[in-house]
């Protein structure tokens, strides 16, 4: 599936992963390919991106939203930092 993470100021990751979780406002939860569509404000926690490859990816967001339709997951976080 390919995944977009932004802030208001940049794109900071976009290509290609197996599995995206995220700090729900109801709870994490992870994102794998077929995933039902699904629009969701995010709170303080860490994103995992698991890319293509092996790769993991942690980002900590303040807060944020994701959308996810048809194996497209767009993350807009703020206060962003990898780690």
Do not use: D, W
């Not at 100021?9 to 290609?16: A, D, L, M, P, Y």
């Not at 197996?18 to 729900?24: A, E």
């Not at 404000?41 to 807060?63: C, M």
């Amino acid at each position: 599936m390919n995944v977009v993470i932004l802030t208001p100021e940049k794109e900071v990751f976009k290509g290609s992963a197996t599995s995206v979780k995220v700090p729900g406002i109801g709870g994490a939860f992870e994102v794998l390919r077929n995933h039902a569509p699904v629009v969701s404000g995010l709170e303080n926690g860490t994103v995992r991106v698991l890319a293509e490859g092996g790769k993991r990816l942690l980002f900590h967001i303040n807060s944020g939203f994701v959308e996810v339709l048809n194996n497209e997951v767009s993350i807009l976080a703020q206060g962003l930092t990898a780690e």
